[in-house]
């Protein structure tokens, strides 16, 4: 954006008292935190009485959900206007050396067209890949410059984005190059289109015509859908904002240099008379701090999605900037709620209103780390890899496509000491009591059980809880369903188990209560519920090796429900695990009933970040068929029951399991992958824990 602010209107397109004229529109009556504040209302804290720290995401998105909706009543509505399918032109082609530039118009409305190009590289990847929505920057050439065709080399986003593989459609923003006359100044059309849309505003149809390039996008074979996101400078920076946190289906985003607080700024008409974006909020501007929101509030919307801002401390277009250091901290808190902290990444440097090839490279960077091009999962659903090696190389995409969801898995420590608390004598074994410590000096208790007749080296079982308050009591038979006490079962057959209390469970419940992950993403703001179970079960099987009698190359898991997502996950990313048994603990998300269940808002969130699936109305991008595919060919047995009150498709999950028989053929280890249907509710009965036990003898035991 590049504005006259000693004009009273900076583009002769757009003139407010003629949009008043036209449209009638009054002050509108929005009521908000924010309204009435000289300050910047704190982004984590709940509204109304008793106001207090944000601690839930519920709380958070409650509080989003409000802000969403004063600016929706900022923006306005359209005037009986219906999506339309994004019917395309070519209008031409161009070779621009690696990469060919099409020429297009798209439909959005009966009689308006997005003229814009498209960038294809030459030496495109086979399957979908990520693509970016580049918008322009303030001024008259439009999509141009983005393109690198006229304009400023710093500004040619586009061409840079497609020689490292990105995909990107770079549309002309409604007022803006081909869709004004030639020569006109930006904004010229304004006022017809206030004539067409009284109710409406420039960034609604901006919005408008965001999502159908989205729609567009969707339609192209070579485009993966959920690799898509958008980046700007200035204009094009509060676009990408505005635009997408009101597209969910945007994954990642860049803005450079688009904005400063309304409250801070010396010119808060910018948007509503200066340029026709906003010109409702021209009501507010001689008393700003009426004004009913604030852009620190805007882009919290943005989260959890991958977000990096870029700004600057001498900005001659939107100046006072000091104060997003503080709000970058702030949007840190939101982001941590989702266990997403670091995919929020906000830089405020020295300079003026530019993007500089530094802070590209770095946005270039952000963008190839959350928009990878994805493993073809589909492909490997319907034939078999070639080779060892093509397997391998699929099965690390995998686990990196699971990883950008869940976080990290390693361990960022392993206990130094394991203490004994207690022993005593049980039916055939002992039962030891014991504590060791993990990261952030949480406390894991737990129990051992070793057999008496104990000789030479045995194989370990870690044996994972369900959803109980008891936490490790119940696996070790001292408390809960006796059809779940693994333990002493297991330790009569002559394994050595480990037992110990999951993350909110047992001697580990942080208020509010039971299986409350909240404390959890305190602790771990970059970490789901999910991963820190992964990481705290890879501690439980180096804590299990570190015993002289227990054979280190011999260790299996076993879990039900909550456990049976534990056993599977930490066999999934630890190949220490020779042998993993999971009871009723999934469905397929393909036909999950309840696919919610995996990123509450409140209670046990177990992978936050799946709520920008959600949000945009798709199933996440993998499934726990992906996760059994990384044990292979190592043993994994999958038990479900037919009448499961809990994961009601067990049917399908047993189905889903054994479609992978082949791989583990392939792979020389057949008989390694089990699959068991029984009648039933949600538990595991006698005869499948006997077939259970049977088949890990087979492999654990000598």
């Given at each position: 954006?590049?504005l ?6 900076a583009w002769?397109g ?5 949009w ?5 529109v ?5 009521k908000?935190p ?7 209302v704190?982004?984590m ?6 106001s ?13 959900d409000r802000?969403l909706?004063v600016l929706?009543?900022?923006?306005g ?10 019917y395309t032109?070519?209008?031409g ?6 990469y060919?530039?099409?020429h297009?118009k798209?439909a959005t409305?009966p009689e308006d ?7 294809i590289p030459?030496?495109?990847p086979k ?15 439009g999509?141009?410059?983005?393109a690198?065709i006229?304009?400023s ?12 593989g990105?995909i ?15 020569g ?6 304004a006022?017809?289109?206030y ?5 409406w505003?420039?960034?609604g149809?901006m ?7 989205v729609n567009f ?6 485009v993966d859908?959920?690799?898509?996101g ?9 676009g990408?904002i505005m635009?997408?946190i009101?597209?969910?289906r945007?994954s990642a985003a ?5 904005f400063?607080?309304l409250r801070?700024?010396?010119d808060?008409?910018?948007?509503s008379?200066?340029t026709a974006l906003l010109?409702?909020l ?10 009913p929101?604030?852009?620190?509030e805007?882009?919290s919307?943005?989260a959890?999605?991958?977000y990096?801002?870029?700004?600057t401390l001498?900005?001659e277009?939107?100046?006072n900037?000091d ?7 702030e949007?840190?808190?939101v982001y941590s709620?989702?266990?997403?902290r670091?995919?929020?990444q906000?830089?405020?440097?020295p300079?003026?209103?530019r993007?500089p090839e530094e802070?590209?490279?770095q946005?270039y960077?952000f ?5 990878p091009?994805r493993?073809?999962l589909?492909a ?9 090696e ?6 690390d995409q995998?686990?990196?496509l ?8 390693d361990?960022p420590i392993?206990?130094?000491e ?5 022993r005593?004598a049980k039916e055939?074994?002992?039962?030891v009591r ?7 000096g949480v406390?894991v208790?737990g129990?051992?059980?070793v057999?008496?007749d104990?000789e030479?080296?045995r194989?370990?079982i ?6 109980t308050?008891?936490?490790k ?8 369903r006796?059809?779940l ?6 330790v009569r057959?002559g394994y050595v188990v480990?037992i ?5 469970a047992g001697?580990?419940?942080?208020p ?10 305190r602790r771990?703001?970059?970490v789901?519920a ?5 990481q705290d079960?890879r501690?439980?099987?180096s804590?299990?090796?570190s015993?002289?009698f227990v054979d280190?190359n ?5 879990g039900?429900?909550?456990?049976a997502e534990?056993?599977l996950?930490?066999?999934?990313f630890?190949d220490r695990v020779?042998a ?6 999934y469905?397929p ?5 309840k696919p ?8 046990f969130s177990?992978i936050?970040?799946w709520?920008i ?5 798709r ?15 190592r043993?994994?047995?999958n ?6 009150q809990i994961f009601?498709?067990g049917?399908?999950?047993h189905?889903?399991?054994?479609s992978?028989?082949?791989l583990w ?11 068991r ?8 009965n006698?005869?499948?824990r ?9 492999i654990?035991l000598?």
């Amino acid at each position: 954006m590049v504005l006259s602010t000693n004009s009273a209107c900076a583009w002769d397109g757009f003139v407010w008292e003629t949009w008043h004229e036209i449209t009638g529109v009054e002050k509108p009556d929005i009521k908000s935190p924010q309204a009435g504040e000289a300050d910047l209302v704190p982004l984590m804290l709940t509204e109304g009485p008793g106001s207090k720290k944000i601690e839930t995401i519920q709380e958070w998105e409650t509080k989003r959900d409000r802000i969403l909706d004063v600016l929706k009543q900022m923006i306005g509505e359209p005037s009986d206007l219906e999506r339309i399918p994004p019917y395309t032109q070519v209008l031409g082609k161009a070779d621009a050396g690696s990469y060919i530039r099409h020429h297009l118009k798209i439909a959005t409305e009966p009689e308006d067209w997005i003229t814009a190009y498209l960038l294809i590289p030459k030496d495109l990847p086979k399957g979908p890949n990520p693509a970016m929505i580049v918008l322009h920057q303030t001024v008259s050439q439009g999509k141009d410059e983005p393109a690198g065709i006229e304009g400023s080399d710093d500004m040619d986003f586009a061409a840079e984005l497609v020689e490292r593989g990105f995909i990107c459609l770079v549309p002309d923003v409604i007022g803006f190059g081909e869709r004004t006359p030639e020569g006109a100044p930006p904004y010229t059309g304004a006022h017809d289109f206030y004539k067409r849309h009284p109710n409406w505003s420039f960034f609604g149809k901006m919005i408008w015509d965001f999502q159908q390039c989205v729609n567009f996008l969707e339609t192209l074979p070579e485009v993966d859908p959920r690799r898509i996101g958008s980046i700007g400078h200035s204009h094009g920076a509060y676009g990408t904002i505005m635009c997408s946190i009101f597209e969910p289906r945007i994954s990642a985003a860049v803005a450079s240099c688009g904005f400063n607080t309304l409250r801070t700024d010396p010119d808060p008409n910018r948007w509503s008379r200066l340029t026709a974006l906003l010109p409702r909020l021209e009501f507010f501007v001689d008393d700003i701090q009426t004004a009913p929101y604030d852009w620190h509030e805007i882009i919290s919307c943005m989260a959890p999605r991958p977000y990096f801002n870029w700004a600057t401390l001498k900005d001659e277009v939107f100046p006072n900037t000091d104060n997003l250091a503080s709000i970058y901290e702030e949007m840190k808190e939101v982001y941590s709620v989702y266990g997403a902290r670091d995919d929020f990444q906000g830089r405020l440097v020295p300079g003026k209103h530019r993007f500089p090839e530094e802070g590209r490279e770095q946005a270039y960077a952000f963008l190839q780390q959350h928009l990878p091009k994805r493993p073809n999962l589909d492909a490997y659903r319907i034939e078999l890899p070639s080779s060892q090696e093509e397997w391998e190389t699929h099965s690390d995409q995998v686990k990196q496509l699971i990883l950008r969801d869940i976080g990290s898995v390693d361990p960022p420590i392993t206990p130094a000491e394991v203490k004994e608390i207690s022993r005593e004598a049980k039916e055939g074994y002992e039962q030891v009591r014991l504590e060791y410590e993990i990261d952030g000096g949480v406390t894991v208790a737990g129990y051992l059980l070793v057999p008496n007749d104990l000789e030479g080296k045995r194989p370990g079982i870690i044996a994972f809880h369900q959803t109980t308050e008891e936490g490790k009591n119940e696996p070790a038979g001292l408390a809960g369903r006796e059809s779940l006490h693994f333990g002493p079962e297991l330790v009569r057959r002559g394994y050595v188990v480990l037992i110990p209390d999951s993350i909110t469970a047992g001697e580990r419940i942080d208020p509010p209560g039971a299986f409350h992950t909240d404390a959890h993403y305190r602790r771990h703001p970059n970490v789901s519920a999910m991963a820190k179970m992964v990481q705290d079960g890879r501690v439980a099987i180096s804590v299990l090796q570190s015993f002289d009698f227990v054979d280190n190359n011999r260790i299996g898991t076993i879990g039900h429900s909550l456990g049976a997502e534990e056993s599977l996950f930490v066999a999934a990313f630890d190949d220490r695990v020779k042998a993993a048994v999971a009871s009723c603990g999934y469905a397929p998300l393909a036909v999950e009933k309840k696919p919610d269940r995996w990123a509450r808002d409140h209670w046990f969130s177990y992978i936050p970040k799946w709520r920008i699936d959600l949000r945009a109305e798709r199933k996440p991008a993998w499934d726990f068929d992906d996760v059994i595919s990384l044990i292979a060919p190592r043993g994994y047995f999958n038990y479900q029951t037919s009448e499961d009150q809990i994961f009601e498709e067990g049917e399908a999950a047993h189905a889903m399991t054994l479609s992978l028989k082949d791989l583990w053929v392939f792979l020389g280890a057949p008989e390694y992958l089990k699959s068991r249907l029984d009648p039933g509710e949600h538990d595991i009965n006698a005869d499948a824990r006997a077939e259970v036990y049977d088949w890990m003898d087979g492999i654990l035991l000598p």
